[in-house]
Structure formats: C-alpha cells, structure tokens
C-alpha cells in the first residue's frame, strides 16, 4: 500500500494556466508539506500543515494556495504558471521527526 | 536558508567499496537525518541521529554527528550497485513536527 501518494506523476502545462497536485496519505499523520526540489536537486520547504492548518508558509507566492480538505490530503493549487515553476514537487508526511516522501511531480512549464 | 551542505557532490565507487559523504550545517540542531533518493523517485528516511548522540549504525550504515563542528558524516559499507542514488542530509531545528532543511546531496554511483 502507498503510504503518500501524488498525482499527476507529471504535468506539462503553458505558461499562464492553473493547475493543480493532489496528495494523500494513509499513514494517519497530523502533519503533512509540500517541498519543492529544482533543477540542482535542491530541496526546499513550501508549506506545512499540521491537522488542515496552515503552520509554515516559505516566502511562497501567493500564485500557490495548499488546500487541506482533511488531515489526509493537502493538495496545492498554483495559479498563473511560470516557468520559474517548473520543477519537482514533494509532498510528504510526519507525526514525529521522520518525514515520509511521495514519489513527487514533475511539472514542466511551456 | 540552505542549511546543509553535502560533500563531495558526486561520488563513484567501485563495488564492495565504502562510502563516506559529508554534511555541514549552520545553527544548532535538534536532531540530523540522512535521506536517499532514487533516480526519479521521493526521498526515503535511512536514519535519525540525535543532537546528543555521537554515533548510530543501522546495517550498512553508519552515521556520525560532531556538533561542535556542526557536521555529519554517513558511511556506507561493501557498496552495491543498488545503493547508486543521491544521499540528503536533513536538519531540524525544532522537535516534533517540523520541515527539514536539506542539503543539496551527495550523487553516489556504485559500479559493478
């Protein structure tokens, strides 16, 4: 069973759209992030939730809203892309100091 | 802020040799975590060590922490092909439920 889950796996989209990633874990974490890993691999808080609230917002701009439906899912919705966005996004989970990783999307702006 | 810095960048071995990579950090830590992520894949947890412990095995793996230098260092005993991947070293400043701070890792290449 996936413990954190992502979907779409990629997503290649024009410059100026809204789009979309979905994340869900099944792990009954309280906690869950999205990070966001770039060209050089490097690796970088966006957000934290903890039990569908906000905790941590990284200096991201508010073209990205995360949205927790439930303490299992937090999904993150970017509005008028750029190619500046493209990258590799993480989701992941915790309920003590280890985190738990999705297998990440590949976003391409065109 | 970036906080960890992995050394060397990228490492090639030959099998059955060992692995050492390096990582620095900058402020005081709670604790320290060392992540492995295959080519196209998320990262998985490998181990945790504590801001007051020294040294920590876990299999192949043996972890060590130096905080009056602020580094770590992970060592991979008679490496395999499989463990070809990129190694992150991760800190926390806080306990319980907060975001890591990586490094930008370590590429290791094992070859058969």
């Known amino acids: 069973d996936t413990a954190v889950s992502q979907t779409p796996k990629y997503l290649v989209t024009q410059m100026g759209n809204d789009k979309s990633i979905k994340c869900e874990q099944n792990?009954?974490?309280?906690?869950m992030y999205w990070y966001k890993q770039d060209s050089k691999k490097f690796l970088k808080i966006m957000f934290s939730?903890?039990?569908?609230?906000?905790?941590i917002n990284e200096t991201v701009p508010n073209r990205f809203s995360p949205k927790s439906p439930d303490k299992a899912h937090l999904n993150l919705h970017i509005n008028s892309l750029e190619l500046g966005d493209s990258a590799v996004y993480f989701c992941?989970?915790?309920?003590?100091?280890?985190?738990?990783f999705g297998p990440g999307t590949r976003l391409t702006v065109l | 802020s970036q906080q960890g810095e992995e050394d060397p960048q990228a490492l090639s071995i030959q099998e059955g040799e060992n692995a050492t990579m390096n990582c620095s950090y900058k402020?005081?830590?709670?604790?320290l975590q060392w992540y492995r992520q295959n080519s196209g894949r998320g990262l998985v947890h490998l181990i945790l060590?504590?801001?007051?412990?020294r040294e920590k095995h876990s299999g192949r793996l043996r972890v060590t922490l130096d905080t009056s230098k602020k580094s770590s260092s992970l060592l991979i005993t008679a490496s395999r092909a499989a463990d070809t991947a990129s190694y992150f070293c991760?800190?926390?400043?806080?306990?319980?439920?907060?975001?890591?701070?990586f490094g930008k890792g370590t590429r290791l290449s094992v070859i058969a």
């Open positions: 060590i504590r801001s007051n412990e």
């Open positions: 402020t005081s830590i709670n604790n």
């Open positions: 792990l009954g974490h309280d906690t």
């Open positions: 939730y903890n039990n569908k609230e906000l905790i």
């Open positions: 991760a800190t926390d400043a806080n306990s319980g439920n907060t975001p890591l701070v």
């Open positions: 992941a989970s915790s309920q003590d100091n280890t985190q738990y």
